[in-house]
């Protein structure tokens, strides 16, 4: 479907929510575009929202998120390396909108009162009414407040969250009343730590293509073999 997409989704530079705004350079640092046709109207029959924690020291300056050596990560590697950026139209914001003192991990609490702007987003993205809608979560905070309060319907039976590594279990997960493909993977600052977490980055985001191309692996049963004992 063609539809003219803004390059900035709608904020709340005013918002004061929670405490973070008090010490913000940049309050409610908003959701950008980051590929596709625009100016003018692009297709949005495959789109991708990538999340991340919340913006660091460079996002708080310049009011934009994904920039910095985590940013260039993002869209080099997570994005590049299957070319994502050919298949769909990209966007790339945060769970919690400000910035933290010291860099410290957001609290929940800053999720939950976030909550209200990515809920108008999704709500936006959604009028739009992409054939393939994937959102991509980076790193544990992101990962467990989208579950908690954007994506109850996915958490299994039992459990009250998830954690980062649960949902990897998870990815691809079709959320049925928002319509979006769940998938969730390290954030760039833990690859930039431990340059290991690479290689789980490149198989989660080649399952994210995999998606888009309809040609994701379904889970089946194993097929169960019995062994039998050396012969003596």
């Given amino acids: 479907m063609d539809v003219e997409l803004p390059v900035v989704l709608p904020n709340k530079p005013s918002c004061d929510n929670c405490d973070l705004h008090e010490a913000a350079n940049s309050v409610c640092v908003p959701t950008v575009f980051h590929s596709g046709s625009l100016p003018g109207y692009v297709n949005t029959d495959n789109l ?24 260039d990560l993002v869209k080099q590697a997570y994005i590049g390396g299957c070319r994502l950026q050919q298949k769909a139209t990209i966007y790339l914001g945060n769970s919690v909108r400000c910035h933290t003192p010291s860099n410290e991990k957001p609290k929940m609490r800053h999720s939950r009162e976030c909550s209200t702007h990515m809920m108008n987003e999704l709500q936006l993205m959604r009028k739009w009414k992409p054939k393939k809608w ?35 279990a998870l990815n691809g997960g079709y959320h049925e009343s928002w319509g979006f493909h769940l998938f969730s993977t390290y954030h760039p600052a833990a690859v930039l730590r431990n340059n290991n977490y690479i290689n789980a980055v490149e198989a989660h985001m080649q399952l994210v293509s995999d998606c888009l191309d309809d040609v994701i692996a379904k889970p089946s049963d194993p097929i169960i073999t019995p062994t039998r004992s050396p012969r003596r």
Avoid: C, W
């Fill in 48 to 71: 991708i929202f990538f999340i991340g924690q919340n913006p660091g020291f460079h996002e708080d300056v310049k009011n934009r998120p994904f920039v910095g050596r985590s940013g």
């Fill in 134 to 168: 994937i959102i991509v979560t980076l790193g544990a905070p992101a990962t467990t407040a989208f579950y908690k309060y954007h994506a109850m319907e996915l958490i299994p039976r039992g459990k009250k969250t998830v954690g980062l590594n649960d949902a990897f």
